[in-house]
C-alpha cells in the first residue's frame, strides 16, 4: 500500500520560509513524477509545482515561480517543497501527490493525473 505523509506545515509571519517534506512509502519511489497542491478554505485544489521521475523537469504555477522549489530525494524517497517569501495568499493545507504506472506526462498539472495523496500538512501565513 503507498502512503504519503507530509510534515513543515506551520504558522509564519509575511515574508519568511517553511520547508514541507513528504515520505513515500510502499513503492520504488524514483519511478513516477511527483506533485504538490494546495487547498485553501472554500476552493479548489489547485496545483503548486511538480517534479519528473528523476528529477530532470519541474513545472511552477504562475503564483508561486520564483519563490517556491521542488526536490526530490530519491535514496530517501523524500519530496521538498522549498517555500520562500510567503505571501498571505499562500495560506492554505498542502498535499503531496504521486501519479500512478499509468501516467504519461513528464509533469502533471492536474490533481486526476495522480493516484496517490498525502493528508496534508496546514501552512498559515500571517500579514
Known amino acids: 500500500q503507498v502512503q504519503l505523509v507530509e510534515s513543515g506545515g506551520g504558522l509564519v509571519q509575511a515574508g519568511g520560509s517553511l520547508r514541507l517534506s513528504c515520505v513515500v512509502s510502499?513503492?520504488?519511489?524514483?519511478?513516477?513524477?511527483m506533485g504538490w497542491f494546495r487547498q485553501a478554505p472554500g476552493k479548489e485544489r489547485e496545483f503548486v509545482t511538480a517534479i519528473s521521475k528523476i528529477g530532470g523537469s519541474t513545472y511552477y504555477a504562475d503564483s508561486v515561480k520564483g519563490r517556491f522549489t521542488i526536490s526530490r530525494d530519491d535514496a530517501k524517497n523524500m519530496l521538498y517543497l522549498q517555500m520562500n517569501s510567503l505571501k498571505p495568499g499562500d495560506t492554505a493545507v498542502y498535499y503531496c501527490?504521486?501519479?500512478?504506472?499509468?501516467?504519461?506526462?513528464?509533469?502533471?498539472?492536474?490533481?486526476?493525473?495522480?493516484?496517490?495523496w498525502g493528508q496534508g500538512t496546514q501552512v498559515t501565513v500571517s500579514s
Open positions: 510502499g513503492r520504488t519511489f524514483v519511478s513516477y513524477a
Open positions: 501527490a504521486a501519479t500512478g504506472p499509468g501516467n504519461k506526462i513528464v509533469v502533471p498539472t492536474t490533481t486526476w493525473r495522480y493516484d496517490y
